[in-house]
């Protein structure tokens, strides 16, 4: 063959012969690019003009001018951006560039040529098309000036056809629009653009050939959209280029933004009425938007091309999520919108012929897009239709002229009618298809109308006013629909699918609008009971079952330590305190059902009931116990009798895919009623662990450390036993947990057991990873390792070399990431759907059309990503529970995990890696203090600069609305610098690690900048509570926000804290940060704002800077503390913000100590008198009644600190009442919530007694109790009081022994709890060993 594109490779191309056909692509791959570009448009100009037709090739042919056209746009594609497949590069040379560039120019015309050729087929003017567009992109990336001339020709040469609506030039158009938006909208301009798109509309008004019209008016529309997109795109683009002064083209950065785009980040906020998308959407889409319903209304019944109007609606929602100011720049052009859709839904049923019900569900799925936008959510209610007094929430709610609710029409009963008619109605089919681990409640696929129908209502149940305004229309329906006699709801009939829709329609109510859904709680529950008993359809039990697991899914989270009582006025539904008792046993019931769907989601209610709460699935608080253990026997029951009693070894064809599933639901469900009973859990272990072990070594033979045979069952599947195993053992682990805390000898030999298993299985995984994942799926067994380690602790060393090869190999694993080419089909899916699941293959794929690549899918391997989560989450439960006996292992793994604190596919690897990475640091800093000499001693100190700069480095780049995530990484490195704040060498005090002082000023400087996006969001959040703003929120959308505001209060602590906690380990060093980022940033916070969280935030880095960074800084920023206090002690001022006071409080006791003596010279005696009711509760109350103990002990260190102790600047000061003072003192000690101050006032007790000032003999008894106090709570570990205080404590005991009455002193001893009385014993012991002295 010559080195050129031929007919001939053209055809073997095309050809069947696999061998011919590769021979071919491999000649075709080795002529360069430009050559081949060359010859395959001199093929196309050929084949098109007919010079070589022959009339016998026929199709041939055809098909050959399209390849043609193919491998030309591609072609053109490489020649423009000079990419490769993963990213574009920049040409290799200026002659290169200068070259592809002229050889581009050249094509334009013949191209033009070819595409209004009369000899061009449609399809072949179709790719000729793309190559054109391709082609004006090209030229625009390469950055020539004459991709402007390009452009400009043809635009004019296509005016002419799209202004009488031809659809190929209109499809060109629409083309360029995507392709190249920024040159088009440079040489069309607005006014020649909206003047072609009239003419347009005009001509297709005219039209006598319906069927054409419709299509042509969806040609215009698709353009409409596409130059709307487009002027979005363009406006964005140049005003970043102006805020950066950047003119120039970057390829990059241009392919990444239009990857950005077409992916999204949701539905836009805003609607710009002032924008051309706007003004397109006024003069255009509203004509055409008539034109649609003329159309249909003139046309014959059954006639309809309902493909047409399918894409029409397509080409809408695309536009509602990506260009939204076209469909509501205007409340006239919303309006139009809302009147066609409507209008197509209703009239659809009857006039598109086949099955209408997608093309009616497109135009419902357009007004919901279009409420998602949050401008015109805002104004669907508010804003009136100026042609008519309603508005277009109304509208939609209920229809066009209906005020009455049993009239209505709107898009709820539209949607309900799909939830009621879109069930498939074979209930024998459904209910005898085995259950799978991925069904759910939307999984059986001829439930997709219905389905799809639920989430559209639940939108606009969502945003049309939020359930203030919907559910008074949508609830009468509901009624209307469980009114149906139970009795007679048969498979046969339409009763049990209105129930179903009931139930469906209760569930989608409580997803939109969960705090307005409260009042109707009961009404809920009471339905899902009674449709949950033996008589109802098995489908409505299913949906029954949704219902409760959905309930408990946003029900309250409430902890032991609640006392809120659900018969009062709290808010929230509190539905297992009313209903447990019912709830659990219709739960138990359905457990045991024969129809194995049913049985398995009565399993995953109970995983609900144990874990389910504040709206989500594991909300991290154990339900009550008094709602759970009293029913446990009995669930437990029902567990047992029904799917824990399969026989998995029963007769072929018995026991299949669903037997499995059911089977490893109900096990985890026995797991969730261990891990929410605890130690309650202890009286059932002996009867459950037994099977839980049978289960996990089902099918598996020679059970050794070194491998695990697998026997083959031919009738049930190897993945989902591999399961089954997998849930047995983690389920095993977790009952072990449970009870382990009171009898933690019995499970001890279970666990054993369970690491043999585990130990032979990693052996198998080392040999052979497919062979092991059929035994247990890894994931399972490293995070059941992990549990296990937590019970035995320390003694889990030996097993680690074991299990953290493997935990490090999934870390360090480079996850798959593939470029293919993409097509049309999963383009359109990507437009209207987004991410693409493979649930069997484990990945995500989304098709995008990137500039000068064309259209490219890119694959993810989700699976990769979530082992690696799965990884992170167990190295934290390793690395915890053996705390420093992980110290020899620390570095490794420390190694190994860093660097997916920039892992950039997910954002879950990122949070749960730093966290073990914080950790795993703890127990190195843990090893560090006990081995100092040893080469893992010094890891600390190597690693922590590149932990701090790993984190801080990441939140830049992080989503400002992922608070989880966000959280994730601040609280790691909270935890990372408390580590090596806290762990100190015996001998000279020194840290084990610290951070410089560059490092710190580098992490400080971001992480003020997250502090202020915090803050900034804060006030936002502020403001729209407050209305402040003039937004309108509804009461869902109202508790939205309080969440949101706690969340980034949540978020501020960690904050706060790293910067504080690397101001205390560099102490005085950290001045010139502090004066150069945080004192600018946070002074003016002090007082000048009304967020009392950051007012908070800075009260503490001023506090710590006073406490720990020298005498300088504490002279320099006292008094700028005085009157921030002031206002922070004042409940006036300091908007009942009870930290903020705290910190105030403490901030009193830092300036007493270590300021200048006349700080609080004008104003102690109003700060004395703020303080002392606060410190006067320790005379009237007790410790733990006290509902701010750690405030109440501030307040009294503050109070002594400033008019009591040794060195207090108001000590002497005439009007202060010490005496009472000294009594307040006493009867507050010992001080156990913040150690520094405990251990600062209990020596400054033994500075008070040696004084004098203390009436020893007066106070024995009362002393006697503080001093044992005092030692056995130092005895307990807990740090109040140093060594030497310690010592100087035995002193005055000896004293006191000598100076009191025995009889006071031996009554004193003896009220002490037996505790105080043994550590005074033990410490008088020591202290005698040195003295002649006897204890009491």
Request: aromatic residues 4%; proline residues 4%; charged residues 15%.
């Amino acid at each position: 063959m010559a080195m050129s594109v031929s007919e001939q490779v053209l055809d073997a191309m095309l050809g069947a012969s696999a061998v011919h056909r590769e021979a071919a692509e491999a000649h075709f791959q080795g002529i360069p690019v430009p050559d081949r570009a060359s010859s395959l448009l001199s093929l196309l100009l050929l084949q098109v003009q007919g010079q070589v037709q022959v009339q016998v090739e026929g199709r041939r042919s055809e098909a050959r001018g399209l390849l043609a056209a193919v491998l030309l746009r591609r072609d053109i594609s490489t020649l423009g951006g000079g990419m490769n497949m993963n990213m574009p590069t920049k040409s290799s040379s200026d002659s290169t560039t200068h070259a592809s560039t002229s050889l581009l120019q050249s094509m334009a015309e013949p191209l033009v040529s070819l595409f209004h050729a009369a000899s061009t087929s449609a399809a072949c003017q179709r790719q000729v098309g793309h190559c054109i567009a391709e082609l004006c992109l090209s030229l625009s990336l390469v950055g020539t000036l004459e991709s402007d001339q390009v452009m400009s020709a043809v635009l004019t040469s296509i005016g002419p056809g799209c202004a009488v609506a031809d659809i190929a030039c209109l499809g060109l158009l629409s083309n360029l629009s995507e392709r190249a938006p920024t040159t088009l909208w440079k040489n069309g301009t607005y006014n020649g653009l909206s003047s072609i798109l009239k003419q347009a509309i005009s001509s297709t008004s005219n039209s006598n050939n319906k069927g054409d019209g419709v299509r042509r008016v969806e040609a215009i529309l698709n353009a409409v959209c596409r130059i709307a997109i487009a002027s979005d795109l363009t406006a964005k683009h140049e005003s970043q280029k102006h805020l950066n002064g950047n003119g120039s083209n970057n390829n990059k950065e241009f392919i990444l933004n239009a990857i950005q785009s077409q992916i999204g980040e949701g539905a836009p906020k805003q609607i710009d009425s002032s924008s051309a998308a706007a003004q397109l959407g006024s003069v255009c889409l509203v004509p055409l938007l008539k034109q649609l319903v003329v159309s249909l209304q003139t046309s014959a019944i059954g006639s309809v091309d309902d493909q047409v109007y399918f894409k029409c609606m397509q080409h809408l929602s695309h536009c509602a999520t990506q260009c939204p100011s076209l469909l509501a720049g205007t409340i006239e052009t919303l309006y139009a919108l809302v009147q066609t859709c409507m209008m197509l839904v209703r009239e659809g049923a009857t006039m598109f012929g086949g099955e209408t019900h997608y093309v009616r569900l497109s135009c419902l799925q357009v007004l919901a897009s279009i409420c998602e936008v949050t401008d015109v959510k805002r104004k669907l209610l508010s804003v009136p239709i100026p042609s008519c007094e309603n508005n277009i929430g109304n509208i939609l709610l209920l229809g066009e002229n209906v005020t009455d609710i049993a009239n209505q029409n709107g898009v709820i009963r539209m949607c309900a009618e799909f939830i009621v008619q879109g069930v498939d109605e074979d209930v024998e089919s459904w209910a005898s298809e085995p259950v799978s681990l991925q069904d759910d409640a939307g999984s059986w696929e001829d439930d997709d109308v219905a389905v799809y129908a639920e989430s559209l209502l639940e939108s606009f149940l969502r945003n049309l006013g939020g359930g203030a305004h919907s559910f008074p229309t949508v609830l009468p329906l509901v009624e209307s629909l469980l009114s149906t006699n139970t009795t007679t709801c048969t498979a046969g009939d339409g009763n049990w699918q209105k129930q179903r829709a009931a139930l469906s329609i209760l569930e989608q109510c409580l997803t939109a609008a969960p705090v307005a859904f409260v009042s109707y709680a009961t009404v809920a529950v009471e339905a899902a009971l009674q449709l949950a008993g033996a008589g109802s359809n098995v489908r409505v039990q299913y949906q029954a079952i949704q219902l409760i697991g959905s309930m408990c899914h946003a029900d309250n989270a409430t902890s032991e330590s609640d006392d809120m009582d659900p018969s009062t006025d709290s808010p929230g539904m509190h539905i297992r305190e009313r209903f447990s008792p019912r709830l659990l046993e219709a739960i138990s019931q359905l457990v045991q059902s024969p129809c194995s769907k049913v049985s398995s989601h009565a399993c995953l209610a109970i995983v609900s009931y144990c874990r389910g709460g504040d709206g989500k699935e594991d909300c991290g608080i154990t339900v009550k116990s008094t709602l759970l253990v009293p029913y446990l026997q009995n669930v437990l029951q029902a567990l047992v009798v029904g799917p824990l009693s399969i026989d998995l070894l029963a007769p072929s064809g018995t026991a299949d895919t669903g037997s499995v599933t059911t089977q490893s639901r109900a096990i985890a469900a026995v797991a969730c009623l261990a891990n929410a009973s605890g130690s309650e859990f202890a009286p059932f272990y002996d009867n459950i662990m037994p099977g839980l072990l049978r289960c996990a070594t089902f099918g598996l033979n020679n059970i050794t450390p070194n491998g695990v045979t697998l026997v083959s069952h031919s009738n049930l599947p190897v993945y989902e036993l591999s399961l089954l195993r997998g849930s047995a053992i983690v389920s095993a682990t977790i009952v072990g947990q449970a009870i382990s805390d009171v009898d933690d000898g019995h499970y001890l030999p279970d666990a054993e057991k369970i690491m043999q298993l585990a130990l032979g299985v990693l052996q198998d995984a080392t040999r052979d990873a497919t062979y092991s994942a059929s035994i247990v799926p890894l994931n399972q067994l490293l995070g059941a390792c992990a549990r296990i380690a937590r019970s035995m602790g320390s003694k889990f060393a030996p097993f680690v070399p074991a299990v953290l090869p493997h935990l490090i190999n999934r870390a360090t694993e480079k996850v798959d990431v593939s470029v293919t080419d993409g097509d049309e089909s999963t383009y359109g899916s990507s437009q209207m759907g987004g991410v693409e699941q493979d649930d069997e293959e484990g990945t995500e794929s989304i098709t995008v059309a990137l500039p000068g690549m064309g259209l490219k899918k890119l694959i993810l391997s989700t699976s990769q990503i979530e082992e690696k989560v799965q990884a992170s989450r167990a190295m934290y439960e390793l690395a915890h529970a053996l705390g420093i006996s992980f110290g020899p292992f620390a570095e490794e793994s420390i190694r190994a995990f860093l660097p997916l604190l920039s892992f950039k596919y997910s954002a879950d690897v990122r949070s749960t890696s730093a966290l073990a990475l914080a950790t795993m640091f703890d127990s190195a800093c843990e090893y560090a203090v006990e081995e100092p000499g040893s080469a893992h001693g010094k890891l600390p100190q190597q690693v922590i600069g590149l932990l701090v700069q790993g984190i801080t480095q990441q939140f830049p780049v992080e989503d400002e609305d992922d608070a989880e995530t966000l959280f994730g990484l601040a609280d790691s490195l909270s935890d990372i610098l408390y580590a090596a704040f806290c762990h100190r060498h015996a001998n000279d005090g020194r840290g084990v690690a610290n951070v410089t002082v560059n490092d710190a000023r580098a992490a400080v400087s971001l992480l003020i900048q997250v502090m202020g996006a915090c803050l900034g969001r804060r006030q936002t959040l502020i403001n729209m509570i407050s209305s402040s703003d003039g937004t309108y929120l509804d009461e869902d959308e109202k508790a939205e926000c309080e969440t949101g505001l706690e969340n980034e209060s949540k978020l501020l602590t960690p904050l706060v804290d790293s910067i504080g906690y690397m101001l205390k380990l560099l102490g005085p060093e950290f001045n010139p940060v502090f004066d150069q980022l945080v004192a600018p940033a946070f002074g003016k916070l002090l007082i000048g704002t009304s967020d009392t969280r950051a007012r908070f935030a800075a009260m503490c880095l001023f506090d710590d800077c006073v406490e720990h960074c020298g005498s300088a800084a504490a002279t320099k920023y006292s008094s700028k503390l005085v009157e921030p206090i002031l206002h922070g002690i004042d409940d006036t001022k300091n908007g009942q913000d009870m930290d903020l006071k705290q910190a105030s409080i403490y901030g009193i006791a830092q300036v007493a100590r270590y300021g200048p003596p006349t700080t609080f010279r004008l104003v102690v005696a109003q700060i004395i008198h703020f303080l002392k009711p606060v410190s006067n509760e320790v005379n009237t109350t007790a410790k733990d009644d006290m509902d701010n103990a750690c405030m109440v002990e501030n307040a009294v260190s503050a109070l002594v600190s400033l008019a009591l102790f040794e060195h207090a600047p108001f000590a002497k000061m005439k009007g202060v009442d010490t005496s009472s003072i000294l009594t307040t003192f006493l009867n507050s000690l010992p001080l156990r919530e913040d150690e520094t101050e405990a251990q600062i006032c209990h020596k400054g007790l033994c500075d008070l007694i040696d004084s004098g000032m203390v009436n020893v003999p007066a106070n024995a008894p009362q002393l006697l109790k503080i001093i044992g106090d005092i030692l056995m709570f130092v005895t307990d570990g807990e740090e109040i009081a140093t060594p030497d205080t310690c010592h100087r404590l035995m002193y005055i005991l000896r004293k006191m022994q000598n100076e009191v009455d025995s009889g006071i002193m031996q009554q004193g001893f003896s009220s002490l709890v037996p505790e105080a009385q043994n550590a005074i014993q033990m410490a008088m012991e020591q202290s005698a060993s040195q003295s002649n002295l006897v204890t009491p």
